[in-house]
């Protein structure tokens, strides 16, 4: 199978016109801006369970035309879409309505597996109308890969759709044994129901309304259970909506909230948070978040691991949850067409039919270079903010494993360097985070070959050392702990010698497999900063250079400059913008004190964010410069939501803050705390350390930033160091 079977078609755009997603768990839709389902070729549109198209088109229509659209959004807690339309004017004999007589309402939601809508039709004219309503629909079962352009040689079979008065049911025997099932039932029958539409004629007073309700249910069984067409009746939508509303206010105010004087930032804020809640996943383990939709609906190690970092002090058991689940999930064994070694951390997950079948390998497979450092550190930095000294007893031997792995198959040649080189054609070819084919080259532009040492990744193990010498310290392993401290000093002086280029004032992007480093300027120089891995001088010399013009574009630092041979403001990952990258690296610039320039990059994103749909930051975008008056270009088939780019709005806020959470002395440390120029105050309600919280006031001045506590529950110390 060829690598570009796995990238995602630009025919399926995302951007030309407005979608709207839904989410709850493993089931997603993405529809248009009036709420319909478009039926055309690979688009993305569609009701989604488990990376299957459950249903590929639901269009409304009023005599047989589609409705002017009014308005449209998601509300601000991403659970509701709402659409408001108009008729278009009717001048046949026997139907003539003028336009906007009729308001049409949609409202939708998606629960666990089933799609709720209801649709309500007000007369505002003086006269009776008959309008004629039709929801149109069709499952065609297709799965993700197909829709982001992977060819198949073979199908499963769609069955004979049964139909009854009030629904039509769906069902498709997969080649990977699973039988899925989607039912669409009505409340009010229909005048005429078959398996491609359902026809209404509802009779309108003047100044009189009405409404239909429906919905939509996915299933999959195995195709030999019995059950396998059996479907639980859906609760109707006034109920599973208060569910729904109950449910999300509960959690709300358990959370930790951010508000401030800039009512712009505050949407910025808000989405974020939204967008996190959503794509959050219950596993057996606990929280989880799903990467993004549409592409990315599913479990991720790495994306999961860096999104819980980022969100870690407002929420840690986010990061308890991805800890859980990644630990049970560890390969035990060795796998070439999975990628897979003892000690190693999933790279994803799929449920779908072709990772199913073994048609793409990624039903669980570990192609991640990143995933097993980045899971020991999310776990030191997790024993650092909570002091759950249980649940990390729990997972130490995986953080073991994982330690062993970078010493026996991480290192590959035992140069000291994590590398990695893909062991099955079906894989992916390349397994840091920029994982595009082309996205590693030489200044000539030339690719470079496997095996490959990426400078971020050993940045990953040091600090995954140094994380785990801090745990096997905490739980008595003193000489485990040492060991550790000593291999990552190594492995320090080590990089300082190999990856430091003092003509290009930065670390080399990588080494290839003949150990000649790939002499390119890269974002990635700027996730050193983060490990620690940096010296404070080439901390100020990466700092400076990433906040230069080739470099910045006025809305955030691009994967590569300008300057090197691969750029394309445009590619995915040779020159684009990435939020989730740019938060990175502004934590890492905080950490070296660098704080107006981790501001700066705060300031970017936020103003980017005004640009873009319901203040929402993509996975990424276009890295043209800035221009006068303009927005920022979009990038064709960007994931939004994505949980690192909402979970990246915290790590800002954090960095700016300078905000450490010690768990085990009870202490908020504050280090020269700043806020951009945007921002003249900014409250943290319900910030929790242990079972004490504090409610937290930061007012900047013109020199500083003063901090006061609104309100103190339980035993927690705050410190400012300035």
């Given amino acids: 199978m060829k690598e570009k079977d796995f990238h995602i078609l630009t025919t399926n755009l995302l951007n030309t016109a407005r979608t709207r997603v839904l989410k709850h768990s493993n089931l997603f839709a993405v529809f248009d801006e009036v709420g319909d389902i478009m039926s055309w070729g690979t688009g993305a549109h569609g009701l989604y369970n488990d990376d299957m198209r459950h249903l590929s088109k639901l269009e409304l229509r009023l005599w047989g035309q589609k409705p002017i659209l009014l308005s449209s959004t998601i509300k601000e807690d991403n659970a509701l879409l709402t659409a408001d339309l108009t008729n278009p004017e009717l001048t046949e004999p026997d139907a003539r309505v003028p336009s906007d007589t009729i308001h049409i309402h949609r409202s939708k939601f998606v629960t666990a597996d089933t799609c709720h809508e209801k649709i309500r039709l007000h007369n505002y004219s003086d006269q009776h109308i008959c309008v004629p309503l039709s929801v149109h629909f069709l499952a065609d079962f297709a799965d993700m890969f197909e829709i982001r352009g992977t060819e198949r040689e073979a199908r499963g079979e769609v069955l004979e759709p049964e139909v009854s008065d009030v629904d039509v049911v769906y069902a ?128 991720f190690g790495r994306d999961g691991l860096i999104t819980a970092y980022q969100v870690l002090n407002i929420n840690p058991q986010v990061a308890r949850g991805v800890l859980g689940y990644l630990a049970a999930t560890q390969a035990d064994f060795s796998d070439a067409a999975r990628d897979a070694e003892p000690g190693k951390i999933l790279h994803e997950i799929r449920h779908d039919e072709m990772s199913n079948t073994g048609e793409v390998p990624f039903r669980h497979y570990y192609g991640s270079i990143d995933s097993t450092p980045l899971f020991i550190s999310l776990a030191g930095a997790y024993l650092r903010r909570t002091n759950d000294t249980e649940f990390i007893k729990g997972i130490w031997p995986a953080i073991q494993n994982g330690i062993d792995w970078i010493d026996n198959h991480g290192d590959r040649d035992g140069d000291g360097y994590v590398e990695y080189g893909r062991r099955t054609a079906k894989g992916l ?75 290009l004032e930065t670390f080399v992007l990588a080494l290839d497999g003949e150990k000649n480093p790939c002499r390119v300027r890269s974002s990635n120089a700027g996730h050193c900063l983060l490990s620690g891995i940096a010296s404070p001088r080439q901390a100020q010399l990466i700092a400076r250079q990433l906040l230069s013009d080739d470099f910045y574009t006025g809305w955030g630092i691009r994967t590569i400059p300008s300057t090197e041979a691969r750029y394309n403001p445009i590619s995915y990952h040779n020159g684009s913008v990435w939020p989730h990258d740019n938060t990175m690296i502004a934590a890492g610039l905080a950490r070296y004190g660098f704080k107006a320039e981790a501001a700066r990059v705060l300031e970017g994103l936020y103003d980017a964010s005004r640009y873009f749909e319901l203040n929402r930051l993509p996975e990424l975008f276009c890295g043209f410069e800035r221009r006068p008056s303009e927005g920022p270009t979009l990038y064709p088939v960007a994931c939004a939501p994505q949980a690192w780019a909402a979970g990246g709005v915290s790590l800002l806020i954090d960095s700016v803050l300078g905000l450490f959470i010690d768990g085990r002395e009870g202490r908020i440390k ?52 300035k």
Wanted: hydrophobic letters at 35%; a negative charge; one cysteine or more.
């Fill in 172 to 299: 498709y025997d997969g080649l990977d044994d699973v039988r899925r099932l989607t039912r669409v039932t009505f409340v009010q029958r229909p005048t005429d129901l078959n398996e491609g539409h359902a026809y209404f004629e509802f009779e309108i007073a003047p100044h009189q309304r009405t409404e239909l309700t429906y919905s939509v249910q996915c299933a999959s069984h195995p195709q030999d259970d019995a059950s396998q067409f059996y479907f639980a009746r859906p609760a109707g939508y006034r109920q599973a909506h208060a569910e729904l509303t109950n449910r999300l206010e509960d959690e709300r105010v358990e959370r930790c909230r951010l508000d401030t004087s800039n009512a712009f930032f505050n949407h910025l804020v808000t989405r974020a948070d939204a967008d996190l809640q959503m794509l959050i996943t219950q596993t057996e383990h606990g929280d989880y978040p799903y990467a993004g939709t549409p592409w990315f609906n599913t479990i």
């Fill in 429 to 503: 070819r390349q397994q840091g985070w920029k994982d595009s084919d082309d996205s590693v080259f030489h200044a000539d532009g030339r690719l470079a070959d496997a095996p490959i040492a990426l400078c971020e990744v050993q940045g990953y193990v040091y600090a995954a050392r140094r994380a785990a010498a801090i745990v096997a310290s905490t739980l008595g392993e003193d000489a485990y702990a040492e060991q550790q401290h000593r291999e990552a000093e190594a492995l320090r002086e080590r990089f300082q010698k190999d990856f430091w280029d003092e003509e």
């Fill in 670 to 721: 504050l280090h020269n705390p700043r806020l951009p120029p945007f921002l003249e105050t900014l409250r943290m309600h319900r910030l929790k350390v242990g079972d004490a919280e504090v409610d937290l006031l930061f007012e900047r001045y013109q020199e500083d930033v003063g901090v006061q506590i609104l309100r103190r529950r339980g035993k927690v110390e705050v410190m400012v160091v």
